[in-house]
């Protein structure tokens, strides 16, 4: 089976093929339009809509956009991390809808942040969306996908809680501090952290591939959310170092600005029902089991 995917050199993108390539499929991955000429992999200028290679995959796993966190947010930054998504994958799917060699399915990334704040509520994929700017990014990132619905192509949002691994992601950027026993809780640590390991991560998506019977939303997340509190004092066990240092919320703002409310402050209580409902298995049910294994 022949896979496209995009986003090939992300955190999970990368682990995906390798574990894809692994179990035997033909991985073709979306090369950015100033890479060589003599790759196999089609190059892609987003944008402009234009492939220098015929693709004619069996599925497409669409993970590319811009790092919502990785610059403080002001105008540009935001419209870039918006445009990244919605554009591109409208001008994908555009592409998609055109060509004679339609895919079978088509999975694109979504995030929990679809259902913003939410303090203590228990969220499912039938819950409904936030308000705020990461909510509309989300919900407007699923909606560009539904398109491809109407031409008999299966279409999976899969809305990722926080990926726990030690080459990348929100867990990368706290091991320093909690190596040298300078983490603590973020605000009051009683929002809720919803969360997986890229190894049930990884494993949850090519589930998702291979069961015809799941489509639309499916949250990736662990079904067992803890609070930043107790998240903080897991991690702090895992160095043998206390975890004391706590951020509190008016700093928390005062140097990641709007993105502090969204990313770091908020609250989402998520569950898999979908991916429970369908019988998938997790690897790590626990937050110390998966800290233990992703920090090996």
Partial sequence: MNIFVTGSSGLVGNELCNKLQQQNYNIIKLNRINNSAESTNPNWDINLKHSNKCIKPNSVIHLAGENIAAKRWNKEQKQKIYDSRILGTKNLIENIISSPDKPQTFICASAIGYYGDRIQELLTEESDSGQDYVSKICKDWEEVTLPLIKHGIRVINL??????????????????????????????????????????????????????????????????????????????????????????????????????NELLLSSQSVMPQKLIKNGFTFNHLDIETALSRVLK
Avoid: H, Y
Avoid at 183 to 195: D, K
């Fill in 159 to 260: 809305r990722f809680g926080v990926i726990l691994s030690k080459k990348g992601g929100a867990l990368k950027k706290m091991l320093i501090p909690f190596k040298l026993g300078l983490g603590g809780n973020i605000g009051n640590g009683q929002q809720r952290f919803s969360w997986i390991s890229i190894d049930d991560a990884i494993k949850a998506i090519i589930f998702c591939l291979e069961n015809p019977k799941i489509n639309g939303p499916v949250n990736v997340s662990s079904p067992n959310p803890v609070s930043n509190k107790v998240f903080t004092k897991v991690l702090a066990k895992q160095f043998n170092k206390p975890a004391f240092f706590n951020m509190p919320a008016s700093l928390c703002r005062l140097i990641f600005g709007e993105m502090a």
